[in-house]
């Protein structure tokens, strides 16, 4: 298993419910309810930037198509660089899903 800071009963409780979703519907309200629009925005654009960079885009090219600032995309390029895998494990998975 994972070793991780986020580690606690509450993150698993909330994990757990991410992991009942069936639906993108079901995702949409729950996660409308759980964030504000904003909140919502930046983890969408954070996936968005983190497919951009696995691609090959610039940084600008990034900032451009998605409105993202240098400094979220260089904290995403780290996270796929040296996290924990898990921008690799969802977007590998996204691009079986595609393909």
Do not use: H, P, W
Not at 81 to 90: C, L, R
């Amino acid at each position: 298993m994972y070793k991780t800071k986020l580690k606690n009963d509450e993150a698993d409780r909330l994990f757990d419910a991410i992991l009942a979703l069936e639906s993108k519907d079901e995702c949409y309200c729950f996660f409308e309810d759980l964030c504000t629009v904003t909140e919502l925005r930046a983890l969408s654009q954070r996936l968005e930037v983190a497919k951009l960079l696995r691609s090959g885009e610039t940084y600008t090219a990034i900032a451009e198509k998605t409105g993202a600032s240098t400094a979220t995309i260089s904290r995403v390029n780290r996270s796929l660089s040296y996290g924990a895998d898990g921008y690799k494990t969802v977007l590998d998975k996204m691009a079986k899903q595609e393909g």
